[in-house]
T-cell receptor, first 110, second 108 residues
Framework: NAGVTQTPKFQVLKTGQSMTLQCAQD?????MSWYRQDPGMGLRLIHY???????DQGEVPNGYNVSRSTTEDFPLRLLSAAPSQTSVYFC?????????FGQGTRLTVV | QKEVEQDPGPLSVPEGAIVSLNCTYS??????FMWYRQYSRKGPELLMY????GNKEDGRFTAQVDKSSKYISLFIRDSQPSDSATYLC????????FGAGTTVTVRA
């Protein structure tokens, strides 16, 4: 039972580079979301999706894009990485408020 | 104003003490109330989940929700060093809103 799988676990990027964080779930949940977690800030919602083909912005969407072509996958794209995007990123899949999180991606932008 | 405000920590207690964690929320449309536990360098994991006002117990953990005052609490009885973690409250209408988290250390 995989649950929510995030890749990669660690990544170092140079300023201006782009990359995609992958997220996949096998629980057939409609709702998926991406958060970033910074010290003292808790989990801040970046983007979310209520089903395939439907996405919306969260609290801190600037610099990130998402798409949801299938129920299972919800990738997060950094268009042009900036040092301010150094953070730990979590993908979550949920149903009726009960969320399951991936193990996180630790991203450093230098 | 954040939708969910959580009492700031950190909190340090001796083993066996009762840990009390509190949050307030602003949106009366929230229907689901959760507490997540997060160990260092791990993803959050669901600890308690309630739908309505009142108390819910699960072993040493009790979650309280008071919808009239928009207040949610988590109590940990007979705390153990293994309870040392960051605890995040969360509420949901169709999307989750999290508090900032309280780091708890239980001293042996």
């Amino acid at each position: 039972n995989a649950g929510v799988t995030q890749t990669p676990k660690f990544q170092v990027l140079k300023t201006g580079q782009s990359m995609t964080l992958q997220c996949a779930q096998d629980m057939n949940h409609e709702y998926m979301s991406w958060y970033r977690q910074d010290p003292g800030m808790g989990l801040r919602l970046i983007h979310y999706s209520v089903g395939a083909g439907i996405t919306d912005q969260g609290e801190v969407p600037n610099g990130y894009n998402v798409s949801r072509s299938t129920t299972e996958d919800f990738p997060l794209r950094l268009l042009s990485a900036a040092p301010s995007q150094t953070s730990v990123y979590f993908c979550a899949s949920s149903r009726e408020g009960e969320a399951f999180f991936g193990q996180g991606t630790r991203l450093t932008v230098v | 104003q954040k939708e969910v405000e959580q009492d700031p920590g950190p909190l340090s207690v001796p083993e066996g003490a009762i840990v009390s964690l509190n949050c307030t929320y602003s949106n009366s449309a929230f229907q689901y109330f959760m507490w997540y536990r997060q160990y260092s360098r791990k993803g959050p994991e669901l600890l308690m989940y309630t739908y309505s006002s009142g108390n819910k117990e699960d072993g040493r953990f009790t979650a309280q929700v008071d919808k009239s005052s928009k207040y949610i609490s988590l109590f940990i009885r007979d705390s153990q060093p293994s309870d040392s973690a960051t605890y995040l409250c969360a509420t949901s209408d169709y999307k989750l809103s999290f508090g900032a988290g309280t780091t708890v250390t239980v001293r042996a």
